[in-house]
């Protein structure tokens, strides 16, 4: 029988792993060299700020990233902490924020600390929680508004969802994608509304119009709010929507976007569960790119390559975890495995209907949600064992000795060891060299 951990473990557990994966972020960051994405990411956030100009990065997404880019810029000047701050503190963020909503989700503080272990780990969160672009923001702001949500439902008291839906805004006005858990979460809040009002029913539709203005008009006012830049330039409100209708289809067609220098091939999200995934983003370092004396620069050492890839001890459970979670909800009645199934379908089907291509970075907008339902299946088998404990151990040690290479590949020092070196070239950066 294994006994429920007491908050305070459970909560000192956390904060070790909190500071452990800060530690794995920061880690040799100063020596990864500064890529394209981040050189652009700050001047996005100045053109933004200072002129309302959307670009060159990126101009198609909303502008949420520019703005809190340009307030770190302006605080800790043009360095590391300026440019990587804000992804490096939400990344490290987002690991005892999934260690709490797990627990809240699953009833188990053990789950939650198994998430946290498995989000901290990862290869691709490691990798943009150290870059300056804001894919790890899809992450942060709805696991934040859904753990604000589960408070107001514990607790009924409205400033938790007054501050769930102001988080989502933060999520739309960094990628659209924070639509969708924005989405089930206000229908799991009107379902609830509507069977917990005993009232009659003008009481009812009250509520549910009460529930509605904060879940859908105050995060479209925090989303238009991170536009004023652009007004400043003289731009009116009538404008707006035609703006919106530009970034939207540039959005959903990539038209803007030319082919990728480099093999690429894991832009179908189909396959992020199904097989080992991988993000590729190889870069010329800036300080090699100018050759001196005429000589061309050695490529080994003039490119770096930063791998996102995907652990299959973790990804490849994810789909029988989501079924595991969407059988336990029908068969139990239990809403919160429903609420964790829909956050994950809402957020990934989209991605693998879409007809452009959808890389592996995206993944970070439903990998909350796939990391807990993986936590909460670990768990599960692992009880069924004499001794869980043990058999919880096993795995989390392979998964460890599988993210150990992963990590290295993911702060971009592949290139550095000979056997890895020719495997990346061979299989990622042949297009590239020539």
Known sequence: MNRELSRSTTFRLLLCGTLGVLFLNCFLLAS??????????????????????????????????????????????????????????????CTPLIGVVARRLSGSSRVGLIAALLWGGDALVIDFSRQGINDIYLAF?????????????????????????????????????????????????????WRNTHDILRIKLLRLLHGAVIMLLLPFMVYLLTFIPWF?????????????????????????????????????????????????????????????????????????????????LVWLLVLPAILFQIRRGMRERDEQSLYLACLFLASYLPLVCSPRPIWLNTALSVLPYAIIAVAALVWQVAQRF?????????????????????????????????????????????????
Request: proline content about 6%; hydrophobic content about 45%; charged content about 15%.
């Open 32 to 93: 990864q060299p500064v890529s394209e994405d981040d050189f652009f990411v700050a001047i996005s956030a100045i053109n933004y700020m200072e002129s309302g100009q959307l670009g060159p990065t990126m101009w198609n997404h909303p502008c949420l990233r520019n703005i809190l880019v340009y307030g770190a810029l302006r605080m800790f000047g043009s360095g590391i902490i300026g440019v990587k701050g804000v992804t490096l503190l939400l990344g490290t963020l």
């Open 232 to 312: 400043g330039r003289g731009y009116s409100l009538a404008e707006w929507p035609a703006l919106q209708k530009s970034m939207f289809l540039e959005t959903s067609q990539h038209v803007g976007y030319h082919p990728k220098q480099w093999d690429d091939r894991d832009h179908d999200a189909y396959k992020w569960f199904i097989m080992p995934s991988v993000f590729v983003d190889p870069f010329m370092n800036m300080d090699s790119s100018d050759p001196q004396d005429g000589k061309v620069p050695d490529f080994n050492k003039a490119v770096t390559v930063v791998l996102g890839y995907a652990n299959p």
């Open 141 to 193: 702001f709805p696991l934040l508004a859904i753990y604000l949500y589960l408070r107001f439902r514990d607790s009924g008291r409205q400033g938790w969802l007054i501050g769930s839906a102001i988080s989502f805004g933060l999520g739309l006005a960094s990628k659209w994608s924070g639509l969708f858990p924005l989405a089930v979460t206000s229908l799991f809040l009107a379902v609830e509304t």
């Open 386 to 434: 004499r001794n869980s404990s043990r058999a919880l151990g096993v795995y989390v040690v392979l998964v460890v000795l599988v993210a150990s290479p992963l990590y290295l590949l993911a702060i971009g020092k592949g290139m550095r060891i000979p056997l890895l070196r020719e495997l990346l070239v061979e299989q990622y950066l042949v297009q590239f060299k020539k």
